[in-house]
């Protein structure tokens, strides 16, 4: 049960969308003998995929298109926003559970170029729950956002959130100040790095980071150990998530301020965009919120996942 | 390889463009849409990955897609030792 998914005053991302990916038809119908060449090149190359595919008796396991086998996406309202009538209005939404239970909140696009993180922000409002409540802002720098940039109009948003003291900026206040009105027993931002973790060494893509605070390392250490079982193919063994060092709080990101100033769990996590695309990272950082909110006691209705 | 083994041959013959094609199309595919990531595109995988990963570490200010550069001239590399293994292989020359 949502109340909305991005709406117009939530801005879009800059970059084109990738069409539907992941099934594949090698019959050609009517319908598809209408589409531009270019597609039905593109429907032929992964048929041919899909066909080499099952010949080897495997299928590209974490790259199906849930699209083809969801609903369709609902069109939820925000329930509030942010700092409106400026530049960084942006909107909140609330997904509430059929029964009472645990605040989550969501974070996405904290970094404007950061897309699986807000495309996967975006894939929460379709969500049903059981119980709990999940308050989700799916461009948290919605100007960042918009110009495809890691920073903002003042810098990098996720190093403004001081230790122990008030936000840097308007925006970094104002954005701490709705997760405080939540009061979340659990928080998480959607990120994306360029690398991976553990391989590349400048880069935390594929991790999970989680606070001191509370059992999150214990949800952090069950969450990818599932993901990486039943959503990372084999033949992608670099792309296993990891967890990474815990946050003690003294740094200046949301997810440290949550846990040293507010002494509840959260987690960063960070797809990569090393050969991955930004629905799949989507797909990957969503599976992964679902675990390690349902670890936190946020449980999706039943066959939701 | 014998010693009246055609440069051509082992350079570019066909057993060396298929062996280089086995290890770049697959995974340029992938990445060009993870739709099409499959299993043929993990001998690929493993050697842009692990070369990424010592590049990043010697070269750590150079973006990652720097790599696909040297990822295709080790392609080229294991192609041609891949050819003239299959070469020996059926005792031609």
């Known amino acids: 049960m949502v109340e909305g998914p991005p709406s117009g005053s939530g801005g879009s991302i800059p970059r084109k969308e990738e069409p539907d990916s992941g099934h594949v038809s090698i019959h050609v119908t009517l319908a598809e003998q209408r589409l531009p060449s270019t597609m039905r090149r593109r429907q032929f190359i992964r048929g041919g995929a899909a066909a080499a595919g099952t010949a080897l008796g495997v299928s590209a396991v974490g790259f199906g298109s849930p699209r083809t086998t969801e609903a369709a996406p609902s069109t939820p309202e925000p329930s509030d926003t942010i700092m409106p009538g400026t530049a960084h209005e942006t909107p909140v939404y609330v997904v509430e559970g059929a029964e009472s239970g645990p605040t989550a909140v969501a974070v996405g696009g904290i970094h404007g170029d950061e897309r699986s993180g807000i495309l996967a922000a975006d894939r929460l409002l379709e969500w049903d729950l059981a119980a709990g409540r999940l308050v989700v802002i799916p461009r948290a720098n919605r100007v960042a956002v918009e110009q495809d940039t890691r920073q903002g109009e003042h810098g990098d948003l996720n190093r403004q959130f001081t230790p122990d003291g008030e936000p840097a900026t308007e925006l970094a206040r104002a954005l701490w100040d709705r997760v405080v009105e939540a009061d979340p027993d659990v928080l998480t931002t959607l990120q994306s790095s360029k690398g991976l973790y553990g391989t590349h060494p400048d880069f935390v893509g594929q991790a999970v980071f989680p606070t001191a605070a509370g059992d999150a390392v214990t949800v952090a250490e069950s969450a990818t150990a599932t993901v990486n079982d039943t959503v990372v193919p084999w033949y992608m063994p670099f792309h296993d998530f990891r967890v990474g060092h815990p946050l003690s709080g003294d740094a200046p990101l949301l997810s440290h301020k949550v846990g040293g100033d507010l002494g509840e769990p959260a987690h960063i996590v960070e797809a990569t965009e090393y050969l991955l695309d930004d629905e799949a990272g989507a797909r990957w950082t969503e599976r992964l919120a679902t675990e390690l909110l349902a670890g936190h006691g946020l449980e999706r209705a039943g066959g939701d996942a | ?93």
Not at chain 2, 2 to 26: I, M
């Open chain 2, 1 to 93: 390889m014998t010693a009246t083994a055609n440069p051509r041959r082992v350079l570019a013959g066909p057993a060396v463009v298929v062996a280089f094609a086995l290890l770049t199309v697959p995974l340029v595919a992938g990445a060009l849409d993870s739709a099409f990531m499959t299993p043929l595109a993990f001998p690929g995988y493993l050697v842009l990955t692990i070369g990424s990963a010592v590049g990043n570490l010697l070269f750590p200010n150079f973006a990652l897609w720097v790599y696909w550069v040297p990822f295709a001239m080790a392609c080229y590399g294991i192609a041609v030792v891949a050819g003239i293994g299959y070469r020996a292989a059926r005792g031609g020359g």
